[in-house]
């Protein structure tokens, strides 16, 4: 494997972990608002994103390379209301497929089939991703920041499992 593409695939590893860190950072702005089925939500996901880093990080090892594992930056989830906090999951979100897609480039340039095939699946996540968080901005800025609106919409998102 080039040495670029295990570099970013590296720090790849590095991005899904901090995603993990900043989806427990939204969770847990959450839990202190007092809407447990956000914070669960986000819970959820921040599991998710650990799955991400993993499926890399087997990738990586079980092609005879080497992990990092270098530390996490912090997550800044001093968020002002609910709606700030889902705009920065979406941001995230857009972030990543940006860094996935950087991923996909080096793989092509390099002939690396292998790795292509292997990024195909976070590629189809990223529209999933993009997707759910987009709907997250649009239902909150529906509803307001108003806890009593939100409150319906905290029962349905409990739900997720
Ligand atoms: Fe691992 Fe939410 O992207």
Excluded: P
Excluded at 59 to 78: K, M, P, R
């Amino acid at each position: 494997m080039d040495k670029k593409i295990t570099e970013l695939l590296d720090a790849q590893v590095n991005k899904e972990l901090y995603s993990a860190y900043l989806y427990l950072g939204i969770s847990k702005f959450f839990s202190k608002e007092g809407l447990g089925g956000f914070a669960s939500w986000y819970k959820v996901q921040a599991e998710e994103e650990q799955e991400h880093a993993m499926k890399i990080y087997d990738y990586l090892l079980e092609n005879g390379q080497d992990v990092t594992l270098n530390s996490l930056a912090a997550a800044n989830v001093d968020f002002k209301d609910a709606l700030a906090a889902v705009k920065e999951a979406d941001k995230h979100e857009h972030y990543i497929t940006k860094e996935i897609e950087k991923i996909m480039d080096a793989a092509v340039e390099h002939k690396d089939y292998r790795t292509q095939l292997f990024l195909n699946w976070f590629i189809t996540e990223q529209e999933e991703e993009e997707h759910n968080s987009g709907e997250m901005v649009e239902k909150v800025e529906m509803l307001g920041n108003d806890k009593k609106n939100l409150y319906l919409l905290d029962k349905e998102l409990g739900s997720r499992k």
